[in-house]
């Protein structure tokens, strides 16, 4: 595809919180092989899929890149990485292309590329409210030299690896009880299945709004009506939930259990991601008994949900006994 179509969206890199990267080099190139570098942090650690580092330039209006050229430094495991990679073209200026509805505002702002343990990459295209994945990619081992990474540091690539780590407590405390994750991790994240999500209340209530997270880095709160659809999605790591019962205004947020869900999924599927389900979201009449579960004509198995916290009309009104989340965690 040749186009000489342009739209207004930043750059931005991503790594997982657990999981730290610093970029050696990236930009995503076009057609004409002009490119658009993707900015520095020291370190990326964030939630998987969300932006770190975006810069306004003096021209932001850039057509959908075609290719992606990106080396990073993986602190955990103390290895360069590196991804020269095609992209899908087509689906990312048809994404860039969409406006909302109601505004009319373009639906997409930035592209981000998310680097993952073992040299796996995620790009995602994020707008207000909706992050959606298009690409999940797998690079080389690379050999960097420290003083093209770090010139001036006197330290060597291990040194530098457990200085880095040290910098950052959550992924380093997360290293020394786990150490490196399964090769597999990030795969299972970005594996999406045939399924769409239908909360039901006891009493007459009617739902607000609902915002879904899932494992892949994929957001949407945009309440689009989205969720009622059968399309593959990744499984849901956060559902947050908002309902109202006369003038009474409820919001629950719901967390799943990470190894739970997977084998939730993997019993229900049973290695045919394209069979129809539906996730139903079970609201009884005190507010606060909510039962989750993954079914279709023949089968329902229940998803277990770890966490879970309720407001009622801004002030809390239910959490979960091992809700463990800190002050003002349901937000994230």
């Known amino acids: 595809m040749s186009t000489n179509n342009k739209f207004e969206w930043l750059a931005d890199g991503n790594a997982p919180l657990l999981f730290p990267t610093e970029l050696v080099t990236g930009s995503f190139i076009f057609e004409d092989l002009s ?15 969300t932006s770190v580092s975006a810069h306004l330039l003096p021209d932001n209006r850039h057509p959908a890149p075609k290719f992606i050229l990106i080396s990073w430094f993986s602190i955990v495991e103390n290895k360069f990485y590196a991804v020269a990679d095609e992209l899908p073209q087509e689906q990312i200026e048809a994404l860039l292309a969409e406006t909302d509805p109601k505004t009319k ?8 590329a998310g680097m993952a343990p073992y040299g796996q990459l995620a790009l995602w295209l994020v707008g207000n409210g909706i992050t959606t994945e298009v690409a999940w990619l797998q690079g080389s081992e690379v050999n960097v030299a420290m003083n093209e990474f770090a010139p001036g540091s006197k330290l060597n690539q291990k040194e530098y690896a457990a200085k880095a780590l040290a910098g950052c407590p959550e992924a380093n405390t997360n290293f020394q009880k786990n150490n490196l994750p399964n090769p597999e ?4 994240y970005m594996q999406k299945f045939n399924y769409r999500i239908i909360p039901t209340f006891e009493n007459g209530t009617e739902l607000t709004a609902i915002e879904l997270a899932y494992y892949n880095g994929e957001r949407n709160s945009t309440n689009s009506g989205e969720h ?20 009474i205004q409820y919001s629950g947020y719901f967390w799943s259990d990470e190894n739970k869900i997977i084998e939730t999924f993997d019993q229900f599927y049973k290695n045919n991601p394209q069979t129809e389900g539906e996730l139903c979201i079970e609201v009884n009449q005190s507010n606060k008994d909510f039962k989750f579960t993954l079914r279709d004509k023949f089968v329902e198995m229940e998803i277990p949900v770890t966490e879970m916290i309720v407001f009622k009309n801004k002030f809390e009104f239910f959490r979960s006994e091992n809700y463990s989340k800190p002050k003002g965690g349901w937000r994230n």
Do not use: C
């Open 35 to 49: 490119k658009v570098r993707i900015p520095e942090t020291k370190p990326f650690a964030a939630a998987w899929g």
């Open 228 to 247: 009622t659809e059968n399309v593959m999605r990744a499984k849901p790591s956060k559902i947050s939930l908002h309902w109202h019962i006369g003038n």
């Open 185 to 188: 991790r990030f795969n299972r």
């Open 105 to 112: 505002k373009p639906k997409y702002d930035t592209i981000i």
